[in-house]
């Protein structure tokens, strides 16, 4: 039994996985790892993405990194327009703009021969994203790291999302193993969109703190706040958060962001300098706690794949 499905082989990918494009963490050396190891490479611009930004990461990709795609932040290309702009002249095979309601870029991508994807969180918005000529959605469950709307659980908005559209759609949020990823696609995902356990690998451009602290944490660790953006003063929107690692900082404030006085600000900015990650953010979804170890891509790819093949095989 050969892991793959009809939209992995006609995205030229041996294996149906790509690497969710988390800001901070899935830049060149990530993308390209997860390519050559047969999944989909994903470049990631997050909450402060510049086109410059853009452009060193592109200019860091092999040339033999091929298929490899490109994740942007709606509202941020809205701020940026230039970022979207080189995400379009580098003619990624995919294209991934999510949380917004203007699907113009959507046509201009079409334009270029690039294939688009979205992000959807319930049947409503994964509708208007497949009328609107996506070309492959992205189920992405409450149990995902990072931001997303935390609607429904990652299965059971699969569910009704695979019933409810006739274009691919890929499974995010809480997939950290093969069992995971097996559940996935035998519900009938086109493959997987994987964050946090990629968010540790080797090549990741997450700081080594941070993989000791995503290696550490139980799956029970993480929760939903929006503390972080509050006291950034980046602009997502109120049904947005963020799934992070609990820490002092989310203990003290969540719930009580009227007291994220100029001190408890600067503290913060302070501690994500000096990669104190008692008080900054670790994104990380409910999976965390599968992930045991630092190691490269290729690693993490197969043994994904073979423990979710073996699953399969047995089920069969």
């Not at 917004?100 to 969180?121: F, K, L, P, S």
Request: charged fraction near 20%; proline fraction near 5%.
């Amino acid at each position: 039994m050969a892991l793959s499905t009809p939209w992995s082989t006609g995205m030229g990918l041996s294996v149906p996985i790509v690497n969710a494009p988390m800001g901070g963490a899935a830049g060149a050396a990530l993308a390209a790892a997860v390519t050559q190891a047969g999944g989909l490479g994903m470049i990631g611009m997050g909450s402060s993405a510049t086109a410059a930004q853009l452009a060193e990461e592109l200019a860091r990709l092999p040339e033999s990194a091929r298929p490899f795609g490109i994740g942007l932040v709606h509202w941020v290309t809205e701020r940026e327009p230039e970022l979207l702009e080189t995400a379009l002249a580098a003619r990624p095979d995919l294209l991934a703009v999510s949380f917004g309601t203007d699907w113009g870029w959507v046509r201009r991508a079409h334009e270029q021969g690039i294939r688009t994807a979205t992000q959807v969180a319930d049947v409503t918005a994964a509708r208007r994203a497949a009328d609107a000529g996506v070309d492959v959605l992205v189920a992405r469950g409450a149990e995902g790291g990072g931001h997303g709307e935390p609607r429904m659980g990652t299965l059971p908005l699969l569910a009704e999302v695979l019933d409810a559209v006739e274009v691919p759609v890929l499974a995010a949020g809480g997939i950290t193993s093969g069992r995971t990823l097996a559940a996935v696609l035998a519900a009938g995902a086109a493959g997987a969109w994987l964050g946090t356990v990629f968010t540790a690998c080797t090549e990741a451009a997450t700081p080594a703190e941070v993989r000791d602290q995503l290696i550490e944490a139980p799956g029970s660790a993480t929760v939903l706040t929006r503390v972080f953006d509050l006291a950034l003063r980046y602009d997502w929107p109120a049904t947005i958060p963020e799934r992070v690692l609990r820490n002092e900082f989310v203990d003290r404030y969540d719930g009580c962001e009227d007291d994220l006085v100029p001190d408890a600000v600067a503290a913060l900015t302070a501690a994500i300098a000096a990669r104190d990650y008692r008080i900054a953010p670790v994104n990380a979804g409910q999976g965390v706690g599968l992930v045991r170890e630092s190691r490269p891509a290729a690693e993490v790819i197969d043994q994904l794949c073979r423990d979710a093949e073996k699953l399969l095989r047995a089920w069969a």
